[in-house]
């Protein structure tokens, strides 16, 4: 299958190159960049040279939809509304790792993300990416909105509990920390290296893009309206995202029972490894993987469940969960081209 990359600079399209590359049933056939065109991918990522020897193109919507048939868009917010509609008029396929049709109300998206919503008729179209959740709508897809990496390791961990009815809806408390690899390639202040090194801050508290995803979703899976607390925080490290979770049991638990009831939930799930009791994840532990980690711990003093939520943000936090939907979509085994084991130490 041929497939092309739109947004070919950023860290996500250079992750989903080096997984690209490992697939057995899919070749790469142009990768497309407004900013680079013209220019040899290794001189922008020398890692890459000798591997993947490609030159960046510039984007010819008519021309590229004659000899792909499948996009994936790693760009920026709001760029690919406008591009996504022509491919899907021509019959590609498209993965869209930006936010742009993650929200199914056009009011939430222009609110959060200050901007134009894309066309109703499209995000109607558009199939939540959330892969272990959400495969049987991903296979008939023509359009798949890719999770944001906060809203993956967050929904993954919640997700059992909501659908057992055992926590209390109303109190979700989110806290929330990723590497600076989240916040892109360009230039930053808020990343500059004298900024960041032994460093440790939260920020967009109460704010951040990711709240209204997070709670479009949990309200699929609870049926009920719910807001949760979410507050993010970036910490001197490349990658990875820990999602600590508080929440308040409505009915009598054991670690170990709770534990069992998410074993039992993702046991047909390659991806999701649900940690045995006394074991809490770290975010080392699915480094360069398309892992998700959870921890259970029940306080019996309390009543509180605390979750635990690790990832790799470039990998199943966006990347890798996009090579996990492309392999849905076509019938693949989900770990097609996806079985590396995490980088350690």
């Known amino acids: 299958m041929k497939v092309a990359i739109i947004g070919g600079t950023g860290y996500g399209a250079v992750e989903l190159i080096k997984f690209l590359n490992n697939h057995p049933y899919v070749q790469l056939e142009a990768i497309i960049s407004h900013s ?19 030159t960046m193109e510039a984007l010819n919507i008519s021309s590229l939809s004659k000899v792909v048939d499948l ?31 993650r929200l199914n109300s056009p009011d939430e998206y222009e609110s959060w993300y200050q901007s134009t919503a894309a066309k109703q008729s499209y995000v109607d179209q558009a199939v939540y990416g959330l892969s272990e959740i959400y495969q049987d709508e991903i296979r008939n897809a ?18 059992p ?18 590497g600076v690899s989240g916040a892109g390639r360009s230039l930053s202040l808020n990343v ?17 893009k990711h709240i209204p995803e997070i709670e479009q979703a949990l309200q699929w899976e609870a049926g009920v309206p719910l ?4 507050t993010p925080h970036i910490v001197p490290m490349t990658r990875g995202i820990m999602s600590t979770i508080y929440t308040n049991l409505i009915t009598e638990k054991t670690t170990k029972e709770i534990i069992d009831l998410y074993q039992s939930y993702y046991e047909n799930d390659p991806f999701v490894r649900v940690r045995p009791e006394g074991m809490i994840p770290s975010t080392k532990e699915v480094y360069g993987s398309n892992y998700c980690d ?8 309390t009543g509180k469940l605390t979750i635990i939520s690790v990832i790799d943000n470039l990998v199943k936090g966006a990347s890798g969960q996009a090579i996990q939907n492309m392999n849905i979509l076509n019938g693949w085994d989900v770990t097609t081209g996806l079985k590396q084991i995490p980088i350690y130490p």
């Open 294 to 301: 959870i921890g259970i711990h029940v306080d019996k003093r």
């Open 142 to 159: 023509q359009l798949i909105a890719n999770p944001g990496c906060y809203p993956t390791s967050t929904l993954l961990g919640l997700i």
């Open 71 to 101: 996009v994936f868009f790693a760009t920026p917010s709001n760029v690919s509304k406008d591009l996504i509609p022509e491919f899907i008029e021509n019959g590609v396929k498209c993965i869209d790792l930006s936010g742009d049709f």
């Open 227 to 230: 807001q949760v607390t979410f």
């Open 36 to 54: 680079q065109s013209g220019t040899d991918l290794a001189s922008v990522y020398p890692h890459t040279i000798d591997a993947i020897n490609m």
């Open 192 to 208: 500059h290296y004298s900024e960041m090194n032994e460093n440790f801050k939260a920020y967009k508290l109460g704010e951040h």
């Open 161 to 178: 509990a909501i659908k057992s009815n055992i926590i209390d809806n109303q109190q979700i408390i989110i806290d929330a920390k990723t």
